[in-house]
């Protein structure tokens, strides 16, 4: 049996599906992702300091005019689009009970028709002021310059990114780790597993089938059912039409 039909033939025959990704899962919509070969990491900062560190609480409270120049050139990407990855879990859950995991915060999910979408690390989607709580949607965000202010109390609009060095929200975790528990079928795409506690999440799957599909190798310390080593939106292209009623 080819890699393809393997892979079609474990989700026909899974009923809990959990699909965990991160990043990868939206290169082929655009954005690009942090540890590629042509991953924003591999790219000199144009601020003078690494992006790593941009991206931490610490350089959010203490460089916010700085942190919004960068947000906005490199994390906003408003005219990305899902790709074949978004549509076809969003088609799949027509059919199976499926849950995305997710350590993107691009929204792409929602925006291919996913409704069961955990987003470990937040959304561009959503802010709110860090003073009353106001909630503004993303173009309040695209629309502002410099620093963008409340325009109920002045405080600060941050976005609902889960930054370095910020705490991932009780509520999300529970819920990512009762789906990972009523799952019989685990795909692992698009992530290098590099960042934590997301990855460790993985760790509470305690089925058999286990699918990772990934450009390139990633570490993993659990038995793999199956792996391909490939584009994610190109594999599940491939696998759509082998997919039952
Ligand atoms: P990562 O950049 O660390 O790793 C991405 C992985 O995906 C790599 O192993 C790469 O080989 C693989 N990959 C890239 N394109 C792929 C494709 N088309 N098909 C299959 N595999 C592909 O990403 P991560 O593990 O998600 O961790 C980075 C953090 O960055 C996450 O917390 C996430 O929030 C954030 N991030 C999000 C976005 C987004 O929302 N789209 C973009 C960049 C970074």
């Known amino acids: 049996m080819d890699l393809i039909t393997s892979l079609s033939d474990l989700i026909n025959r899974a009923h809990h599906i959990v699909f965990f990704g991160g990043a990868g899962v939206s290169t ?5 992702d942090f540890r590629s070969q042509n991953g924003l990491y591999s790219l ?8 790593e560190v941009m991206l931490s609480h610490s350089y959010f409270e203490s460089n916010t005019a700085t942190f919004f120049a960068f947000y906005r050139d490199l994390m906003i990407n408003e005219n990305a689009v899902p790709n074949s990855a978004h549509l076809f879990l969003a088609h799949l859950a027509e059919k199976k009970d499926v849950t995305i995991i997710t350590q993107n915060i691009d929204g792409l999910h929602q925006m291919a028709g996913s409704r069961k979408v955990i987003e470990l690390h937040g959304s561009i989607q959503r802010n709110h002021c860090v003073k009353c709580g106001k909630s503004f949607p993303l173009s309040a965000i695209i629309a502002s310059h410099g620093i963008p202010f409340c325009d109920q109390c002045g405080g600060v609009i941050k976005p609902d990114v889960v930054l370095y060095e910020e705490p991932l929200s009780d509520v999300i975790i529970t819920r990512a780790l009762i789906a990972l528990q009523a799952a019989d079928l685990l795909i692992i795409a ?3 597993l590099n960042v934590y506690p997301a990855s460790s999440l993985i760790n509470y799957f305690f089925g058999n089938n286990i699918v990772v599909i990934n450009k390139d190798d990633i570490p993993i310390n659990k038995p793999i059912k199956l792996k391909i080593n490939g584009k994610i939106g190109e594999v599940f ?3 759509e039409s082998l997919i039952k009623p």
Do not use: C, D, F, Q
């Not at 082929?28 to 690009?32: A, H, L, R, V, W």
């Open 237 to 239: 292209s491939r696998v």
């Open 190 to 192: 698009g992530t290098s």
């Open 44 to 51: 000199k900062s144009k601020y003078g300091v690494p992006y």
């Open 28 to 32: 082929e919509s655009g954005i690009p």
